[in-house]
């Protein structure tokens, strides 16, 4: 079993910075490719980012490319996600998932209990 716990949400105003963190323990961190998501209330879960197992291929959706960026640290098992420019529609609760097989559209193995982000106006 791999266990994800994700940190670092809060509460920040339109325009300002957080960056979530996923710790993983349980199985070697380097056999996953890791994923962050999102689901706003009444939304469905949307991928945000992902990055290969390797750490050299990442895929970031439009809605947050250019503000977000994933970025892992395969020594400190953890994936982080930078966020920059928040807008009050990045408002959701933030997941991180693993997957054993790379590619933003894989099934994803283990998920974490998220982290809520609200971005206020």
């Known amino acids: 079993q791999l266990q994800l716990v994700e940190s670092g949400g809060g509460l920040v105003q339109a325009g300002g910075s957080l960056r979530l963190s996923c710790a993983a323990s349980?199985?070697?961190?380097?056999?996953?490719?890791i994923g962050w998501f999102r689901q706003a209330p009444g939304k469905e879960r949307a991928i945000v980012a992902h990055?290969?197992?390797?750490?050299?291929?990442?895929y970031h959706a439009d809605s947050v490319k250019g503000r977000f960026r994933i970025y892992r640290d395969n020594v400190k098992n953890t994936v982080y996600l930078q966020m920059n420019s928040l807008k009050p529609e990045d408002t959701a609760v933030y997941y991180c998932?693993?997957?054993?097989?790379?590619?933003?559209?894989?099934?994803?193995?283990?998920w974490g209990k998220g982290t809520l982000v609200t971005v206020s106006s």
């Open positions: 349980g199985r070697p961190f380097s056999y996953f490719a």
């Open positions: 998932a693993a997957a054993l097989v790379d590619g933003p559209t894989s099934t994803m193995d283990y």
């Open positions: 990055i290969s197992k390797s750490g050299y291929s990442t």
